[in-house]
């Protein structure tokens, strides 16, 4: 399948991002007659973020969303069977580092994170062997430390992940993004970035 705006760059941008950021995450690819798509479950929560995300970068025809059974889908495309070939060895999934950019990291940890006590934690069906692996090539895009558990990620540094993500991407993936601070580390950036008049005003916009 082939959507509307195949040639339009940014979709083809969006649509590789948000494959890889499935793959990063707990999304898995599915086979069925000869067609390969993407499938995962979401929280409740994150239905806003998709549903904009699909909207502002125009994948409405790549993919399917079942609200009732809060499951997410992106159809049969090139882009998919492309990241596929790469991203599996047979019925196992590998990490492919040269796929991976920072978007598509902040899209993964929004859809499949969640905010702990110490720590944001990002779950993956990666198999645990290959979680060191992929902690090292995600910090080393991020630029903040990460530490892989037995299934799952997590991040400590929240309050930089956050201000780097503000000054490199758009408004709907800043806003997910404030949303895993807590209420001392969100008074301590809103009291340092009023001082920074450029990004204090992005800051004024999310919250």
Not at 104 to 129: N, V, W
Request: charged share 25%; hydrophobic share 40%.
């Amino acid at each position: 399948m082939v959507f509307a705006n195949a040639n339009n760059r940014k979709v083809h941008k969006a649509l590789r991002n948000l494959v890889v950021a499935c793959f990063l995450g707990e999304g898995d690819i599915f086979l069925h007659s000869g067609k390969s798509r993407i499938v995962f479950c979401f929280d409740r929560s994150k239905a806003s973020f998709i549903k904009n995300f699909i909207v502002e970068n125009n994948l409405e025809q790549a993919v399917e969303i079942d609200m009732n059974k809060q499951q997410f889908m992106i159809k049969e495309h090139p882009i998919v069977f492309d990241c596929y070939s790469k991203w599996y060895d047979g019925p196992h999934k590998i990490y492919y580092d040269k796929m991976v950019t920072y978007e598509s990291i902040i899209i993964s940890l929004i859809l499949f994170g969640k905010r702990k006590l110490e720590s944001l934690t990002f779950y993956t069906s990666f198999d645990k062997k290959y979680l060191p692996t992929v902690a090292y090539g995600l910090e080393s895009r991020l630029g903040i430390p990460l530490v892989a558990a037995r299934d799952s990620i997590k991040i400590y540094d929240t309050s930089q992940l956050f201000l780097d993500a503000i000054q490199r991407l758009g408004l709907i993936e800043c806003t997910e993004i404030a949303h895993f601070l807590t209420s001392k580390e969100s008074k301590v950036l809103s009291e340092s970035i009023d001082k920074m008049s450029i990004i204090g005003g992005r800051l004024h916009e999310i919250s």
